[in-house]
């Protein structure tokens, strides 16, 4: 039996009253391996030194960055063309988000290509691993982009607890 049939078989055998896009979830996860393999080609490369343990200080930096380009890149109203080719537009869904349903035309792997757009927490796995790439190849660059996603996070829930602070305000 040809590999691409015992695929087939194994997918309509694992979900057969649903289509599950895993040749979609294939090429991510090939995709996802070989962007981890360059940065650790490039830090073999560059001579870059992999630090044993990262400071507290950089994990909790990268942590919140991690937060908010997974959200910018899969919920924000501006990056929405990036989105376009996989997803379709739902609705608004509050402080300058959107909805976006995937694609179901086409083939599976931009199936699974939108379902991973259009997920913040599927996103933050491959941009935490493209942050801490970089906090290896070029640290202070990282650390100064880290920064400004962080302080934007910090500056996202002010503005949120400033809206729910002001509404309260006027209902009394």
Known sequence: MALRERFSRVAREYAPHDHRPLDGYLVAMGAFGALAGSLAGAARVTGRPV???????????????????????????????????????????????????????????????????????????????????????????????????TATAASDFLQMAYSIAKEKAERM
């Not at 924000?76 to 402080?95: I, K, N």
């Not at 976006?100 to 691993?129: K, M, N, Y």
Request: proline share 7%; glycine share 8%.
């Open 51 to 149: 630090p044993e343990r990262p400071a507290v200080t950089d994990v909790v930096l990268l942590s919140i960055a991690t937060h908010k380009l997974s959200r910018l890149l899969a919920k924000d109203s501006v990056t929405s063309p990036l989105r376009a080719p996989f997803t379709r537009y739902a609705e608004p869904a509050g402080a300058a988000e959107l909805n976006e349903e995937v694609r179901d035309q086409g083939s599976s792997v931009r199936h699974g290509i939108g379902e991973l757009v259009t997920c913040p927490f599927c996103l933050a796995v491959w941009v935490a691993t493209g942050l801490t790439g970089g906090l290896v190849l070029a640290p202070r660059l990282t650390r100064l982009a880290a920064t400004v996603l």
